[in-house]
């Protein structure tokens, strides 16, 4: 039987170069599979820094990493296979269209053929875009390139999908797709990390979330028991408020 | 394979939908061809069929003058005139005409020149007769006694008058020759009993010494160096390293609008995605050289100018043209990852072209550059290039003589590839 732990993280630290704080200052948890697990924090608080990690786009300072049983450090083209990204910038090639940015994207995570082409039209269908698939990105509303976006981000089925504020600057309309299809990867089995600002959108989407703020996790559990152990707590973004404090981050 | 296959596909397809991008690489190196080509050898024929302005004010009206006034007239070398907007030239007027602009030269021939000619050599075949020892002495002073002025526009290009002025000197000098031989002669005969054997006019018949220009170049077919064969392999050149910028910006993009992020991310090689690149913007560059070397064959020839000769080697031409298409997208992969923005890379691509191309003899020809820059030419890859084009289209030479050229082309290609490599990785350990 499958480990149920897919992400273990253990006293991860990261500190820029030149930077006098660390970013991510030995944080460890573990994710396990098919969660969606949210990051929650303010500006700065070390969430984009800790996802860019377990992405492999820069190595942490010291701690471990370990991804479905394999190690970050050792075995990150490995790891690269079963994961997936939706960064929060729209990450698409503007002067494509939505299908020849998706074959591109699949074509990277070694899809290729019918299976590929299957894949693309089955997404562009679901995700209302079939009739503009043909349509140069630059085009787009920002509500249907958020959709292509994801799409990339999930076109290979990965195991685990990392999402970036999936849903900012998009009307309720494209946010309501978006999460439903999200839903819908997760019943599947891809297990999902999640950051947003959104505070009502990560307690209702959210299985499981972790405040985290100056690099350190601040509180973890599922939401009903963060606002239920947080006294004057109706919700989550009242939580989140107590233990960030209101002053403005840069 | 399929993974490089798509990077490939992709790069076309955004290459293809860069308007602007396709004209910055395909027209405007065909445009700057023609221009610069037609410019310079307009200048050239301007010169050569119209002639150079010349004014001339002949206060002699004997022998000298005329003599000079009628080779004038019919040298192609220049155009001939006597008068200033309808006046006759005068030497006030010639020297003001030509400090104006209006005329590049002025030549004033002094009154009774033929004069002082012809009692200058009576004077010096009465004392050579006469077996006087100063006769050698007398002749020096005889060239000097006879003063023609050479009035210059100092506006005019040094190098340019140079030509020029040597030509009318040496024109002017055998007609005085001319002269001071008929005199000498007649002076001969009236002292020669036998008057029908005295030499007359045998100085038209005689040329001593002949002279012949020929190329120094192993081909066998007679490549003539002119404005099409100098300048379409320089602007091609040019042309083909300005790839850098929309190559550099390409990158860039890639790295603004987030792909790159995405990219970094999934089960490819960094390395892959810039093959792709490198793949399009190489055939991008042969596509560019072999529209330039058509209009240096094909359209070239239909404004009148000579078509361009490629000489010996198709091998040759095809290997250096190789050799510098992925030095040139080496470069501009480079620029691509040193630049922060676009823009950055837009101002220090295109300025580091000019500068390398400056350096490299595109615009001024390396052998003409002093001393030190010459020396620091010899580093530019344009410079290379340019030098193995020289020895295939100019000299008539083979694949063995542009294989150094090539090396080293490839040589920065890697090199350029290898600092690229550094500063990302470096970037990456932040």
């Keep these: 039987m499958n480990d149920p732990v897919i992400i273990e993280i253990q006293n991860l630290t990261k500190t820029f170069k030149g930077a006098t704080e660390p970013a991510v200052d030995g944080i460890s948890f ?3 599979r098919n969660e969606i697990f949210g990051l929650l924090g303010p500006n700065g608080a070390g969430k984009t820094t800790t996802i860019s990690i377990l992405c492999g786009l820069f190595p942490p300072t010291s701690g471990r990493v370990l991804i479905d049983g394999k190690d970050l450090h050792t075995e990150l083209s490995s790891i690269k296979n079963m994961i997936g990204i939706v960064p929060q910038d729209i990450a698409l090639y503007p002067t494509l ?3 020849e940015n998706l074959a591109f994207y699949g074509s990277m995570y070694g899809l290729h053929g019918k299976d590929l082409k299957d894949k693309i039209e089955n997404w562009l269908q679901k995700l209302g875009l079939i009739d503009a698939a043909k349509r140069q990105v630059s085009t787009y509303s920002g509500g249907m390139k958020r959709r292509v976006n994801l799409i990339a981000g999930v076109l290979h089925d990965p195991k685990i999908l990392f999402l970036d504020e999936p849903t900012v600057g998009v009307d309720v309309q494209s946010r309501n797709v978006i999460i439903d299809h999200l839903k819908e990867i997760n019943a599947l089995g891809t297990t999902i990390i999640y950051t947003s600002h959104h505070m009502e959108e990560a307690e209702h989407f959210c299985t499981r979330v972790s405040i985290i703020d100056h690099g350190k996790i601040l509180i973890q559990g599922t939401p009903s028991e963060l606002i239920s152990n947080n006294a004057g707590s109706i919700n989550l973004e009242n939580v989140f408020l107590n233990l960030t404090n209101r002053k403005l981050r840069d | 394979m399929i993974k490089l296959l798509a990077t490939v596909k992709k790069e076309i397809l955004l290459l293809i939908r860069d308007k602007v991008g396709l004209s910055i690489l395909f027209l405007m190196p065909m445009v700057l061809i023609f221009v610069m080509t037609l410019i310079q050898d307009s200048a050239f024929k301007t010169m050569n069929e119209k002639g150079i302005p010349i004014v001339f004010v002949n206060n002699d009206n004997d022998s000298l003058g005329i003599l000079i006034e009628a080779g004038l007239r019919n040298n192609d070398l220049c155009t001939f005139h006597d008068s200033i907007d309808g006046k006759p030239a005068t030497v006030e007027l010639a020297l003001k005409a030509v400090g104006e602009g209006k005329f590049l030269v002025g030549i004033i021939i002094p009154k009774g020149a033929t004069e002082a000619i012809r009692k200058n050599v009576a004077e010096l075949v009465s004392e050579t007769m006469n077996g006087e ?15 023609i002025t050479i009035m210059i526009d100092p506006v005019a290009k040094k190098s340019f008058l140079i030509s020029v002025t040597s030509s009318l000197r040496e024109f002017i000098s055998e007609v005085k020759t ?3 031989f008929q005199t000498f002669s007649d002076q001969i005969a009236e002292v020669i009993p036998d008057k029908q054997n005295a030499p007359k006019n045998s100085y038209k018949k005689s040329q001593i010494i002949k002279y012949k220009e020929i190329y120094a170049s192993k081909s066998e077919d007679k490549i003539v160096p002119n404005a099409v064969q100098h300048n379409v392999p320089a602007w091609t050149i040019f042309a083909m390293f300005f790839i850098a910028i929309p190559l550099s910006g390409s990158i860039l993009k890639e790295k603004n609008e987030g792909s790159v992020f995405r990219l970094l991310t999934m089960p490819t090689p960094y390395l892959l995605l810039v093959n792709g690149k490198i793949i399009v913007y190489v055939m991008v560059c042969l596509i560019q050289f072999a529209l330039m070397l058509s209009v240096g064959q094909i359209f070239l020839p239909m404004f009148g100018l000579p078509a361009l000769v490629l000489g010996n080697s198709l091998a040759g031409i095809f290997i250096l043209a190789l050799a510098t298409s992925f030095a040139a997208t080496g470069y501009g992969v480079m620029v691509g990852t040193l630049a922060a923005t676009e823009h950055q890379a837009a101002i220090m691509g295109s300025l580091s ?11 001024v020809p390396s052998y003409v550059m002093p001393e030190v ?3 620091i030419s010899a580093w530019s890859p344009l410079n290379w290039s340019l030098e193995g084009f020289y020895k295939l289209f100019l000299r008539g030479g083979h694949v ?6 090539a090396f080293k082309l490839m040589a920065f290609f890697f090199a350029t590839m290898y600092i690229s490599y550094l500063y990302n990785r470096k970037k990456r350990t932040v």
């Design chain 2, 178 to 180: 001319r002269i001071m």
């Design chain 2, 353 to 363: 072209i000019l500068l390398l191309s400056a350096l490299g003899g595109i615009w």
């Design chain 2, 373 to 375: 820059m010459r020396n």
């Design chain 1, 97 to 99: 269209s939505a299908r």
């Design chain 2, 400 to 405: 063995t003589d542009i294989l150094l050229d």
């Design chain 2, 133 to 147: 020892d100063s006769a050698v002495q007398k002749l020096n002073q005889l060239q000097d006694s006879v003063e």
């Design chain 1, 30 to 32: 573990s994710i396990n």
